[in-house]
């Protein structure tokens, strides 16, 4: 069965981006750049890759990215409609009437029920791409954690999780500090 890996980037106080959404809040960093690059090509941008040199890298650990309404939004406000051209990409959005491009799936009704039939597919793991809000509605889907913490403080915006009250478990796997204060921690879930 297929892993939903939810991949991102926070503050240290657990927030993925401004209250406006901007995600684009924390500091580059060179030496985490070239090993996303090595390690997770997949999770770079289409339009992003060539500008380091992976464009035609192959994809590591995901072949299907799932994203929430805000995270493609973020996309179609530089007029790209399939962000991640080198995967499969599915949008969960209800206000969405229409699909915007062919390589990307709209996914209007149970975000969950269609996690558990992509799971059920042969293939590399579901790259959970974003925000808050979808990740809260899968958090009962998610058997990995990829967290970037960036040493930032927000004060506010879109936490990691929007959802209600319960604990989920996740068990410590690695974690390796970067160049500039980012800490990349990995989480199994505890089932």
């Known amino acids: 069965m297929r892993k939903l890996v939810y991949y991102i980037a926070c503050s240290i106080d657990g927030f ?3 209250p406006e959404g901007d995600g684009n809040v924390y500091p580059i960093s060179e030496e985490f750049t070239t090993y996303t690059s090595a390690e997770y090509p997949e999770t770079l941008p289409t339009h992003i890759r060539p500008l380091l040199g992976v464009e035609d890298a192959e994809n590591v650990h ?8 805000g995270t493609y939004d973020s996309a179609l406000e530089i007029d ?3 962000p991640y051209a080198h995967m499969r990409q599915y949008v969960v ?3 969405i009437k229409q699909q915007l491009d062919p390589a990307v799936k709209i ?3 149970d975000a969950v029920a269609k996690v558990r039939e992509l799971k059920q597919e042969d293939g590399l793991g579901i790259y959970l791409c ?8 899968l958090r009962d889907e998610i ?10 403080v927000l004060g506010s915006g879109t936490p990691m999780f929007s959802a209600d009250f319960s604990v989920t478990d996740f068990e410590f796997r690695s974690n390796r500090v970067f160049d500039n ?3 990349f921690t990995t989480y199994d879930r505890k089932r």
């Open 80 to 82: 790209i409609t399939s």
């Open 93 to 95: 959005s209800r206000s």
């Open 181 to 183: 204060g980012l800490v």
């Open 143 to 152: 058997d990995e954690l990829l967290v970037k913490t960036y040493p930032v």
């Open 16 to 18: 993925i981006a401004s």
């Open 107 to 109: 996914v209007s009704g």
């Open 130 to 137: 974003g925000g808050g809000n979808l990740a809260g509605q």
């Open 62 to 69: 995901f072949d299907t990215v799932v994203m929430g309404r």
